[in-house]
């Protein structure tokens, strides 16, 4: 049974404008979607490197910038006299983060120290933070808890843990609170198709799946079947894209409420494996896809499953797309909906 999300329904007028950093990209656009819906105050900024700003809603305000430009943030900050971020800004490719580790020191660590001292300037003291599992590494035990050492594998990862670890000590010497929300795999789209997951450079599985099935790609490549799990292929946690936007509202409203730092997972706590993934998409298209085994991608743990009780528990998030077959169908539903726009 598909449960109510329970979010504040106090005035819009009694809300702080939240400025949401990298809201024309995937993540982003859904929670700026979630913020809209739910009468807060938003504004967007975004460089559009990576975003689309036909994702973004009528009537929120798009700045087209770079996050690491401090005059630029500190200027949108006071005019639209913000108090709180929601910081979705960076890059995301965990090869292309072993290739080219300084774009990801860059991009997503020292652009974020930027953002957080115009927010300490400005008096901003609510940030909710796009973090990642990445930071977890390779576990050796599953599911895994907040409480885990963050050991990554990955310059990706690595440098999620430095803006984390940044967030931590500002918030011990300042007013400032945080929520960082560690990612497992975000996948599928908005159910009424206004933004989902673009871009010509995808690695994320279910995405370069659905573009397999809607004939974008030629074949879908497996990395690695050699694994230690049940098929021998990676498995990992799956969360609807719009479960993680609620998830980020929810967290807002607690920081603004409770004054809590927050370090959460968002997953739904059980995983599929690539070959799972594959074998129910092929179900849904009643035409296998064409899959090529390849090697190992450097980087990859063989497992990734989220402990959710604390997100549960101290925010009251309660999924309600908690289902393989929905997560696909929305993502196949959303290619062939840009294979018609680009028709």
């Known amino acids: 049974m598909t449960k109510a999300l329970k979010l504040n329904t106090a005035n819009s007028s009694d809300r702080p404008a939240v400025l949401v950093t990298g809201g024309a990209g995937y ?23 990576t975003g689309f700003q036909e994702h973004i809603p009528d009537g929120c305000p798009l700045i087209v910038g770079d996050v690491g430009d401090r005059a630029l943030v500190s200027r949108v900050l006071r005019e639209h006299q913000c108090g709180a971020v929601m910081h979705f800004a960076g890059s995301i490719v965990v090869p292309e983060s072993i290739t ?22 400005a008096g901003v003291d609510t940030f909710v933070f796009s973090s990642t599992a990445a930071v977890y590494g390779n576990p050796d035990r599953m599911p ?19 803006t984390e670890w940044v967030l931590r000590d500002t918030a011990a010497a300042s007013d ?14 908005d159910a009424a198709g206004r933004a989902g997951q673009r871009g010509p450079e995808s690695t994320h599985l279910i995405k370069v799946a659905c573009e397999t099935a809607v004939g974008k790609r030629d074949h879908l490549k497996i990395f690695g079947d050699d694994y230690d799990t049940v098929d021998g292929t990676c498995v990992r946690d799956f969360i609807h ?40 998409l092929n179900r849904i298209v009643d035409q296998p896809i064409t899959t090529i085994v390849d090697e190992r991608r450097q980087g990859d743990p063989s497992e990734l499953v989220a402990d959710t009780g604390r997100i549960r528990q101290l925010i009251g998030w309660h999924p309600r797309r908690d289902d393989l077959e929905e997560i696909l169908k929305s993502a196949l539903a959303w290619e062939h909906r840009l294979l018609g726009a680009n028709a």
């Open 144 to 162: 895994v808890d907040e409480t885990f050492p963050l050991l990554p594998i990955n310059p990706y990862g690595t440098s999620k843990v430095m």
């Open 241 to 280: 894209v719009s479960d993680l936007a609620d998830a980020h509202v929810l967290a807002l409203e607690h920081l603004l409420s409770e004054r809590q730092n927050l370090i959460l997972n968002c997953g739904y706590g059980h995983g599929f494996s690539v070959r799972q993934v594959i074998d129910s």
């Open 100 to 121: 080219d580790p300084l774009k990801y020191y860059s991009n997503n660590t020292i652009k974020s120290v930027a953002l957080i001292e115009a927010c300490i300037e």
């Open 176 to 189: 400032l609170r945080y929520a960082a929300l560690r990612y497992f795999n975000v996948a599928g789209a």
């Open 27 to 49: 993540i982003g656009s859904h929670s700026v979607m979630a913020l809209t819906d739910h009468g807060w105050p938003t504004i967007v900024i975004d460089d559009l490197s």
